[in-house]
Structures are given as C-alpha cells and as structure tokens.
C-alpha cells in the first residue's frame, strides 16, 4: 500500500475541498431608472436662466421713441437723458414742402425697437419749403385780397406781405401796387420779398385838430397821431438847442384842421453835433474818456506791433472830421511793444511743446509781428519729445527765434531672454506685442490676408526709419517706430485653440 500525502489524507484528488477551483458567477447590479421628469424640469429652468441674464445683462433696454414731426431739440434731449452717445446721432437736411423747418421727416431706427447707447441713427429733418423754387406770380391787380391771400397760403410764401392803406380811387379789397425786392416777376422765387398795398377804401371824412408838439419828445406825438388816424414822417436833425429824441418842428401848425389819414411830418433833434477826432497817438484810456462823453460806443480796440509809439492809436475806422453820432461804433487800433519770447516762456514755460510756440508767433506775426523760426533737432532723454530744448531768449519784432527740439529718446531694442522672445526669430502679433513692450518702442499694425498662414502669424516687420528689420542691440529713435503686418484671413485663417500662444496644446 502506497503512502499518501499529507494532502491526500483529504480527499480522493489530493486536495481538500476547499482548494478546488471556485466556480465564479457574475453578479450584475440593477440600475435605478432615470427620472425624466425632473431633467426636463431642470432644463427648463436653465434655459429661464439663460433668457432672463441675457434680457438683465445684454440685451438693450432703451426703447427707440418715434420722432417723425418732432424737432431737433426734442432728439437732444432724449439722446441727454438715456446717455446715448452724441457721435452716433446724425442730422442729414432736406426741403419738404409739406412740413415746417426743424421737424423730423424720418429716422433709421424704427420707433419701438430697442437699442442700446452706442447706437448709430440718422435722421432727416426737413428745413421747410424750398426757398429757390420758381414761383408763378398771377395777375395781382385782377384779384382781390382773399385771393391773394389763398395764393400766398397755398405756395407758402412766406416774404410775400399784405399791407392796407386808404386810397380814394381803388375800391377797398382791390391791389393798389405791389413791389419786388431782388427778382422780377419772370426770376420771382418762394424766398423773393414781395409787398402788395391793398386798397382800405376811401380815407375817412373825419376832422383833427392838430396840438403843439414842438420840444416835446417824438414819442408823446405817435401816440396822439395813433389815436387820432393821423400818419407821421420823422426826419432827423442835429440841432445845439433842443436836446435827442425831441421834436424841433412839425410841418403843420398847431390850431389847424386836417383830415384823419392825413400825415405830419415832423424833425426830430439828434442831439448836439459830434465831430470825431484825429486820434492819433491818444491813449487808450483817453479813447474811452471821449466816446463816454460824447456817446459814441467804441466797439473794439485791436492791438498791432509796431515800430511807433507803444501803447499809442496808430489807427481808427471813422475818419477825423466825421459826424459822428451814438449808432456809429469805433474800432481802434493801438500799438504793441516788441513781440518778445519771454512773454511765451513765461506762459508756457521753458520745456513747452514746439506746436504752442509755432501757434504763438503766428498769432503775434497776425498783430503785426515779423518773427521767424530756426528749427534743430536733437536726442534728448529728459525733455519729451516734440518740446523745446533751449530757445533764444530775447527778440525784437524782426527777428529769428532759434530752437533746439527734442527728438525723443534713442531707444535701444532689446531681446527679452527671461521669455524667450527675440527680434530675429518673432512669429505672431502676440510676441511682437510683448517684445515691442519689453524694449519701450513703439510698433505700428496693420492685417492682411495671406494663405497659408494662420490668424495673428506675422507677414513682416520693419523699422519705419529705413526699412530694415528689427535687430537687438541696434537704436531707433522714439520719433519711429516698428512697422508691423499680421495675417488676417477671417473665418477661414482661425487658428485652432491649442496652437493659441501661451498653449501647449496638452489637456487639463
């Protein structure tokens, strides 16, 4: 009999029961069910969400106002109100017989549309009837005053007058005559001035005993001639007794009896004869002092250099030996003294720009000044570009101002180690950017389409000063700049997200 294992002392196959092969049967776990109503719910609310942010945060609330008949005024005020940007707000004018001048014939955004406050609207606001239209004038001396007056509405004619006055021979409603101002009757035109005297009838029968009005003022009469149907004529006169504004003669006496329509004329006084002065070398102060005195209003004093008697009349616009009277205005010119720089370097100081002083000395060389200017430039770290260095301090009227003018800073290019950006190996606007910034030079862009490259990848770059490319270690000044082209080829020249610069293309 043979000797068993140990193991075999356990079974018939040498192996106890519990080291036999264990039969594995898969377990699958049941899955809940997807609740469906409640994801609909939650899409629902999102979406809510999403059209509630876009009408809270994006969407424009300012709701477009209709203006057609409104004016220009009524547009102001809206565009002040709601913010609106002025830049955007566009006027066009156009005649329109149909609407008055200033209203609003029509505007680019359609009232009630909702926009936002840089909106862009034009509108088309009407400046009324057409002036220059040509206008056929009928037979007036064959029409009454109603038809005259029907034509004059219905061509809106507005410089065409109807005035009345009494005539003993033309019947009341008939045209007495008419006149044109500037055109005929063949060149008459909507804007011509057109007066027509209509007939009131007869001049009334009535009697007025005519008062007294001799140095009285002008003004007790008109109201006396009004009252009593009596026309007046004013003629003027200086007179050295009877003092402005008061009568110094009528021309019918006064007890004597006249009709209603008929005139007076009268001569007024205009005060006491003035003669102006040759005002030569006369002080501004003494030119003042005279027109009080003698109501003579002084409507400007110029001030011009010349080599003459500083701060003396060199000029004035009415003739000595004129009379003169309160309605005549005097214009003055008084001389200057040299047109000296330090008068600019004390305004605008030493460092000023090159534009204020070249704006100074035109406006002093305007008054008279014969001033010129010697440019030169230099490079200059402390002075900005564009501003005076040094000057000449002191000039006469004739003389040349030398400048020296700052040519901003000599600017060396420089590569930027520490992120690997170098002027010889750029490749896309964003490194340009970055290394035009690093080295404090300004760089120009411009895009254009080039197949073959991609959105944002550089087709050239060049110094403006003498074409060449951007090398590190060389100096351009602060007046130039890079002159830099970007493709640009739309939709088409997209570059794909993970070849963005500053990607590197891995996943999070």
Not at 30 to 50: E, H, S, T, Y
Not at 138 to 151: A, G, N, V
Not at 345 to 362: C, P, T, V
């Amino acid at each position: 009999m043979s000797e068993k294992d140990f193991l075999s002392q356990f079974s018939d196959s040498g192996k106890p029961e519990s080291f036999r092969e264990e039969e594995r049967i898969p377990v699958q776990k049941q899955r809940k069910p997807v609740n469906k109503g409640l994801l609909a719910a939650l899409g629902a609310v999102l979406v809510v969400l999403l059209v509630l942010s876009y009408f809270l945060f994006f969407a424009p609330k300012i709701v477009m106002p209709d203006f057609l008949g409104r004016n220009r005024t009524d547009v102001a005020a809206w565009v002040k109100q709601q913010g609106i940007e002025p830049a955007g707000i566009v006027f066009e004018e156009t005649y329109d017989f149909d609407t008055e001048e200033g209203d609003i014939l029509s505007q680019s955004v359609q009232a009630g549309k909702k926009v936002k406050k840089d909106v862009k609207i034009n509108f088309t606001m009407s400046l009324g009837p057409d002036p220059d239209e040509r206008i056929r004038v009928p037979d007036l001396e064959s029409m009454t005053k109603d038809e005259i007056q029907d034509w004059i509405t219905k061509n809106k004619l507005s410089k065409t007058k109807i005035m009345t006055s009494y005539h003993d021979e033309v019947e009341e409603g008939n045209v007495i005559d008419y006149s044109f101002t500037g055109a005929d009757e063949d060149s008459f035109t909507r804007g011509s001035t057109l007066r027509i005297n209509i007939s009131k009838g007869p001049t009334p029968a009535g009697k007025v005993t005519v008062e007294d009005f001799e140095k009285k003022m002008f003004d007790s009469l008109e109201a006396w001639a009004k009252s009593k149907k009596i026309n007046v004529e004013k003629t003027e006169a200086y007179s050295d007794k009877v003092e402005e504004g008061y009568i110094i003669s009528q021309s019918v006496p006064s007890g004597r009896t006249i009709n209603e329509g008929d005139t007076i004329t009268v001569v007024v006084s205009k005060g006491k004869a003035v003669y102006m002065p040759n005002m030569y070398e006369w002080t501004e102060s003494q030119i003042n002092a005279w027109c009080a005195k003698n109501g003579v209003m002084l409507a400007s004093v110029n001030y011009r250099y010349d080599e003459e008697g500083k701060g003396e009349c060199i000029g004035q616009s009415i003739p000595a030996g004129r009379l003169v009277s309160s309605d005549d205005y005097l214009e003055v010119t008084i001389s200057l003294d040299d047109a000296n720089v330090a008068e600019f370097i004390r305004e605008y100081g030493e460092h000023a720009s090159y534009d204020d002083l070249y704006r100074w000395i035109k406006e002093k060389n305007t008054q008279g000044a014969h001033l010129s200017v010697s440019v030169s430039y230099e490079l200059n770290d402390t002075v900005e570009i564009d501003h005076i260095v040094s000057m000449s301090k002191k000039t006469k009227n004739t003389d040349t101002v030398n400048v020296v003018v700052s040519d901003g800073k000599n600017i060396m290019l420089r590569d930027d180690t520490k992120n690997d950006l170098r002027w010889s190996s750029l490749s896309n606007e964003y490194e340009v950017r970055q290394l035009c910034e690093y080295s404090g030079v300004a760089c120009q862009i411009s895009y254009t389409k080039r197949e073959g490259l991609y959105n944002g990848d550089l087709v050239s770059i060049t110094r403006s000063d003498d074409g060449s490319r951007p090398i590190a270690g060389t100096y351009i000044t602060q007046r130039h700049y890079i002159k830099v082209v970007i493709a640009d080829n739309g939709a088409a020249g997209a570059r794909p997200d993970s070849m963005e610069p500053g990607n590197s293309g891995e996943g999070d």
